[in-house]
């Protein structure tokens, strides 16, 4: 404890690292040597009553030693400072001395001179009063001398282009003509006079940028100077000292930034400019010795903020950096103000001008010029940029081969129209697509929603938007710039200040004040303006009076879309339309050579030369570029302008596309598809070859109808990828008429299998219960390049003798029970094909359909700008089911082909039953009815192979088999005698029969074989004599039916002896 404390004691002390044993020592100190009041007398005790007397005395003359040492050490390093100490104190003792002296020899000097002073008090007086007349005479010459060289000097800003230098100086020697002492100069009458039409030739300047800043045709305007300029060019700065260069860059805003409070001078209560004082002409010059002089004053009181005196004393350079435009400017609060901004370059030339129109009181002047040239400059441009496009249009090598492809490039895009992709005809064979679009669709392949024409019209109308959009933010700046302006007048006629001037601003109210110029004022004839230029698209006349939607809808739809393409070329009326804000233009501002011909009918833009074709299906790709202009112009504006963007452009086209364009469409497209449904040969089936061609493209045989229809659709959902916000509509219109072609598809089934028989057996439950459970029903779902496999298993075997049991129990069976005409048979055939088509184009479609709308959807929810709606739904449920009620269709017809092939079958076999088989010569032909069956069979695999994969065939033609095997065996139950000719017949028979089925490629014919050897198995069972029949059937139970094996005895062979208890004996067989 007591070497931690003495530790702690000197730990502070200054011995030097070579010398650390001196710390040692220190530690080992006693801590009651180092005690405030030292006691000695406890130590002599100890030295007196210790055992090694001269031991402790040399350990306490060590312990001495070492303080000592340690003493001489800080004695060491502390002795130079003690000694300066020692003579700075005696320095400052002197200059006391010195100071007291001079102080008293100061007292009496003073006391001298005010003894001289006061006894010449008057002339000195008289002096002084000279001397200030005098000074004030020289100033009064020299600013005389200054002015009279002002216009010559404003002439050079000018042509120079400081326009903000010009009108300070302008508007400060006005206000220095008006001083005592120079409004009666006669000889500045002349530099008066000039001052006052330099000032309207300042006007016209400021006001013809202005113009061509805001149209973004100036030299620093946003389109001017791109973003890398705006950083390189940020104006070839004048730095009043030398700074570093600013850090931060320029970033380009799509809004006005926050508008500084400072303009650099003050409004008075009557609406005059009040610039910063002038008390020296030298101050005009802004580079002599005077203005020097003021901006050092400025700088110590901390106007400028680039050099500024911490509590420190030093002095931080910040970056101030002045636009080349105000290089020649003298400093005052706006040119600090634009210093501070981080507003883009761009933004600081609209201040610039709006300020020098303010300063020359011309605001009102101003905006009543630019409200009567805003129309006529915002149509010219428009007209401008069209002829600019029609030129590139013309230019461009090869555009003609995009006007003029046909309808299978018509979904040539990315997005949803690439799995809406109407297939590409590439064989001789699909000619006749082309031809039905052309026939079904109510548009040309231009107008489609991916056709040339509203590709033109969305690029051409984006770029047309895209440039307004600049112009209205420029627009806007200036708006609220003008806006902030009314607001300090307001403060300031709330808080008059002493000053009056000639150039007023304005005082009656916004609009007086501004000239009738606003941002309401510009975003209203900017949107009108662009209706109009959207009309001209559409082929669309604006009228005062409208045309009710339901009485337009019913004439639209007296018209035969199949003859006549709809373009929009009728003349659709409509009366939404923007009305100008009436401007209030002054009297006085009338007669200055600004007004131009605004009231006259305008001419077209010429959008026909950048279009190939116009009308009212272009609203479709006119609309999603309106949405984003609208979206970009609401995220500019304040929200008080929000109801004004809500009614304009947005809700014109809108209530365009929802009373005009989609009724019109409904129609058209209403037409369309009964048209495509109804006609004669939209059910007619048509083969390209012999073969079955799995691809539209190849040459897949879908029925017109179905693929007018699912044109049509995939059509119609393209205008729906166009106008997502009327994509329930469109979905729920497509669902209706892909239903009436349900409907159709329906009725044609329906009348192809009326009254036969195998329509009336898959409305049984039984039979659709077997027919479901057969491993052949799986064919149905399977893909087209799938092989079968149809090697009957033991459960397969048991389903099949179940149906034919059923099938058997219907004989007989009547011709006129079954189809027989074989063109109904290929209508099934090529209808099952064309519904699977279908089906897999419509869920394709809703997968696409959906995928696509709800990825629109998310991207809408994470922009708060979009004010409107939009369709999120996902995969439609009723395309899906829409698809399934196909699919079930397409199913049935192929159950009854199956059902009429199998019952065709017993309707051939079921002659063999109630007949006898006594031969008595062997035949070299099977028999007729077998001729027939086969004949049959291999017919309609003929006529069925160019409609159906061959998957489905095997479907159709693989019950076959079964059935006849089946129907066989059973038959010899009812045959009354058969011999062994008889037997050969029979073998020949299901011989041909299958060579017959085995000639169908889809067929597995080892499987047929299976099946059919079985019969001949069976009815060679009749030529063995008993005991070998017993014998076979011991070894071979379960290969028969006890029922079929007694059928073996019940029927008459010549010449075979059955015994009497044989089939008891067959029983016992089988019991065990």
């Given amino acids: 404890m007591s070497s931690g404390r003495a530790q702690g004691i000197f730990d502070g002390l200054p011995i030097p690292a070579d010398k650390a044993y001196l710390k040692e020592g220190l ?131 000018i042509a120079d282009k400081q326009f903000y230098a010009a009108v300070q100086l302008q508007v400060q020697s006005m206000l220095v003509l008006e001083r005592e002492g120079l409004q009666v100069v006669g000889a500045l009458q002349d530099i008066r006079s000039e001052l006052a039409k330099l000032r309207g030739v300042l006007f016209y300047k ?24 705006m950083e390189d060019q940020v104006l070839n700065a004048t730095a009043i000292d030398n700074s570093v260069n600013s850090s931060q860059p320029l970033s380009r ?49 901390g106007a400028f903020p680039s050099a500024r005196v911490h509590a420190d004393g030093n002095i931080k350079k910040v970056s101030r950096q002045m636009p080349t435009w105000l290089s020649s400017a003298m400093p005052d609060e706006f040119l600090e103000s634009m210093k501070k901004s981080d507003a883009p370059l761009y933004v600081k030339y609209s201040r610039t001008l709006v300020e020098c129109l303010c300063m020359l009181g011309k605001v009102a002047a101003a905006g009543a010029v630019l409200c009567q040239r805003l129309r006529p400059t915002i149509h010219e441009i428009i007209i401008s940029k069209v002829k600019v496009l029609a030129v590139q249009k013309s230019s461009r090598s090869g555009l003609d081969l995009v006007t003029k492809k046909d309808n299978s490039d018509i979904y040539d895009s990315s997005g949803i129209l690439d799995g809406l992709q109407v297939l590409k005809p590439k064989s001789k064979n699909n000619s006749s697509f082309s031809a039905t679009q052309l026939v079904v669709s109510p548009v040309s392949p231009i107008m489609t929603p991916k056709g040339a024409a509203q590709s033109a019209a969305g690029e051409f109308l984006n770029s047309i938007l895209d440039y307004i959009i600049c112009i209205l933010e420029n627009h806007i ?41 606003n941002v309401g004022f510009s975003l209203t004839v900017i949107q009108s303006e662009c209706q109009q230029l959207i009309c001209e698209i559409l082929r669309a006349t604006p009228e005062a009076a409208t045309s009710d939607a339901a009485v337009q809808t019913s004439r639209l739809g007296k018209k035969n879309p199949a003859k006549e393409k709809r373009d929009g070329s009728e003349g659709l009326s409509f009366a939404f339309r923007f009305t100008d804000a009436a401007a209030s233009m002054p009297k006085r501002e ?120 699912n044109m049509l659709a995939k059509e119609v959902l393209g205008w729906a990828h166009l106008m997502p916000k009327y994509a329930n509509e469109l979905v729920e219109f497509v669902q209706t008429f892909l239903e009436r072609t349900y409907e159709r598809c329906r009725t044609s089934y329906t009348e192809a299998v009326l009254e036969k028989q195998s329509y009336m057996l898959i409305g049984r439950s ?22 079968p496999n149809s090697f009957p298993d033991a459960e397969t075997v048991e389903v099949e003798l179940e149906i034919s049991e059923l099938l058997l129990g219907l004989r007989p069976i009547k011709q006129e029970h079954l189809i027989r005409d074989d063109h109904k048979l290929i209508l099934l055939a090529s209808l099952s094909d064309s519904l699977e088509y279908l089906a897999d184009s419509v869920e394709s479609v809703g997968d696409i359909f959906g995928t696509s709308f709800s990825k629109t959807a998310d991207k809408n929810l994470n922009n708060q700008a979009h004010r409107h709606t939009r369709s999120t739904s996902a995969v439609p449920p009723s395309f899906t089911s829409l698809a399934e009620e196909y699919r079930r269709l397409a199913i049935d017809c192929l159950k009854v082909l199956r059902l009429e092939m199998q019952l065709e079958t017993i309707f051939h076999l079921q002659e063999m039953t109630n007949r006898e088989y006594l031969e008595d010569q ?80 889809s067929i597995n014919s080892e499987a047929v074989q299976q099946r059919l050897d079985r019969v001949r198995t069976y009815y060679e069972l009749l030529n063995l004599p008993f005991e070998a029949l017993l014998a076979f059937i011991q070894e071979h139970e379960y290969l028969f039916t006890q029922k079929e094996y007694s059928s073996l005895l019940k029927v008459n062979v010549p010449g075979r002896e059955i015994p009497a208890d044989a089939d008891k004996r067959i029983s016992g067989i089988s019991s065990h």
């Fill in 27 to 157: 530690s080992r100190i006693d801590e009651s040597w180092a005690a405030s009041r030292f006691d000695s007398l406890p130590h002599v005790v100890h030295i007196l009553t210790s055992k090694d007397r001269e031991g402790e005395v040399q350990f306490l003359k060590e312990q001495s030693d070492l303080v000592e040492d340690v003493v001489d050490e800080v004695v060491h390093v502390y002795h130079h400072g003690f000694n300066k100490a020692i003579q700075n104190y005696s320095q400052i003792l002197r200059l006391f001395s010195e100071s007291a002296e001079s102080i008293s020899i100061l007292k009496v000097d003073m006391a001298n001179a005010k003894k001289f002073l006061g006894s010449r008090n008057k002339q000195l007086h008289q002096l002084w009063y000279r001397s200030l007349t005098l000074r004030h005479v020289l100033t009064l010459l020299d600013q005389i001398e200054s002015v009279s060289k002002v216009p010559a000097r404003i002439e050079k800003l």
């Fill in 206 to 229: 400021v006001l013809e940028d202005l113009h061509s800043h805001l149209y973004n045709k100036g030299e620093f305007s946003s389109a001017s100077l791109s973003i890398s300029e």
């Fill in 253 to 301: 805003r799509t809004r006005l930034v926050k508008i500084e409070n400072h303009f650099g001078g003050s409004l008075s209560a009557d609406g005059s400019y009040r610039p910063g004082s002038i008390d020296d002409v030298s101050s005009f010059e802004g580079h002599d010795d005077d203005s020097v002089e003021i901006a050092e004053n400025a700088v110590s009181d």
């Fill in 477 to 517: 700046i200036v708006g609220e710039l003008l806006e902030s302006k009314l607001s300090q007048q307001a403060d300031n006629v709330l808080t008059p200040k002493a000053a009056s001037s000639d150039t007023v601003w304005g005082a009656d109210s916004e609009s007086s004040q501004t000239g009738g110029f």
């Fill in 590 to 709: 009338a007669s200055q050579g600004w007004q131009r011909g605004t009231s006259a009918q305008q001419e077209g833009y010429g959008t026909s030369a950048v279009l190939p074709d116009q009308g009212i299906y272009l609203a479709a790709s006119v609309y999603r570029p309106v949405v984003q202009f609208s979206d970009k112009v609401a995220s500019m504006l304040h929200q008080k302008y929000s109801q004004l963007v809500n009614d304009g452009l947005l809700a014109f086209i809108e209530k365009f596309l929802k009373d005009h364009f989609l009724p019109a469409m409904f129609v058209d497209y209403r037409k369309s598809i009964q048209q495509a449904i109804s006609s004669p040969a939209a059910f007619r089936p048509r083969a390209n070859g012999s073969v079955y061609k799995p691809l539209v493209e190849n040459g897949r045989p879908v029925l017109q109808g179905l693929l007018a229809s």
């Fill in 766 to 787: 039984d039979v659709e219960g077997l027919m479901r459970v057969h491993p052949s029903n799986a064919y149905l779902r399977k893909s087209h390049d799938q092989s």
């Fill in 922 to 1001: 062997d035949a070299e032909e099977p028999d007729d009815f077998i001729i027939s069956l086969a004949t049959q069979i291999m017919r309609r695999d003929e006529e069925l192979a160019p409609f159906v994969s061959e998957l489905k065939r095997n479907y159709i033609f693989g019950g076959i088999s079964s059935i006849a095997a089946n129907a066989s065996i059973k038959a010899l139950a009812e045959i009354r005698s058969i011999n062994l000719l008889g037997v050969q017949q029979i073998c020949r028979n299901s011989i041909a029969l299958e060579q017959a089925l085995a000639a169908i490629p």
